[in-house]
């Protein structure tokens, strides 16, 4: 069984509009992160939070804002999308800073 | 901030030959963790690994801190072992990793 979901694994939108990135982790662990894998980059962190609360942003842009609505979840809002925004997104966790960090399946998202 | 370089890029093996991936990284790193990302996609640690040698299965680690420098050997190549793979560090400061470009192994039948 997967330990860690990320929904939709696919998601096409159209320049401009919103969408809400959802990842869940069932290990019992209380940090969670986000990364981005682009094919002009390679995977670059942006968010971590730890207990429900962010503890590092390096995402420069608000259009991206996590969303912890409970402990093991943290989603991802990006607003106003753009091409450059397509990408596939990695949401991650641990026990906070400590040792390994267990990635999930990935949302590949495209930007038309 | 930190830099982690890999190599090589690219490496084309043929089944059963061995493979050693480096890293090294440009400050001191408390951890150290080295990825198998699938064709498809999908990551997959396999070792935690901030200092020291670890083994599993066909795969052995070895970091030296001190040098900022890990390698992974891989050993009797298969070609399910194709795919990319990435080592990644992290510091105190905070519970990020800072990924590097990736090795993309092809080992071919």
């Known amino acids: 069984d997967p330990k860690i979901i990320q929904k939709p694994k696919y998601l096409v939108a159209v320049t401009g509009s919103e969408k809400i990135l959802i990842c869940e982790q069932y290990?019992?662990?209380?940090?969670m992160y986000w990364y981005r894998q682009s094919a002009k980059k390679p995977l670059e962190f942006m968010f971590s939070?730890?207990?429900?609360?962010?503890?590092d942003n390096q995402t420069a842009s608000s259009r991206f804002q996590p969303q912890s609505s409970k402990k093991n979840h943290l989603d991802l809002q990006i607003t106003a999308l753009k091409p450059d925004d397509s990408a596939t997104y990695f949401c991650?966790?641990?026990?906070?800073?400590?040792?390994?960090?267990?990635f999930g399946p990935g949302t590949r998202l495209l930007v038309l | 901030g930190q830099q982690v370089q890999q190599s090589p890029a690219s490496l084309v093996l043929q089944e059963g030959e061995n493979a050693e991936l480096q890293c090294n990284f440009s400050?001191?790193?408390?951890?150290l963790q080295w990825f198998y990302q699938h064709p498809g996609g999908r990551l997959v640690s396999l070792f935690y690994?901030?200092?020291g040698t670890k083994h599993t299965g066909r795969l052995t680690s070895t970091t030296v801190t001190n040098e900022r420098r890990s390698s992974l050997h891989i050993s009797s190549s298969q070609t399910t072992d194709s795919g990319t793979y990435f080592c990644?560090?992290?510091?105190?400061?905070?519970?990020?990793?800072?990924f590097g470009g990736g090795t993309r192994l092809t080992v071919r039948p």
């Open positions: 991650a966790s641990s026990q906070f800073n400590q040792d390994t960090q267990y």
């Open positions: 290990l019992g662990h209380n940090a």
């Open positions: 939070y730890s207990y429900q609360k962010l503890m």
């Open positions: 400050s001191t790193a408390t951890r």
């Open positions: 690994n901030p200092s």
């Open positions: 990644a560090i992290g510091d105190n400061a905070g519970a990020k990793l800072t």
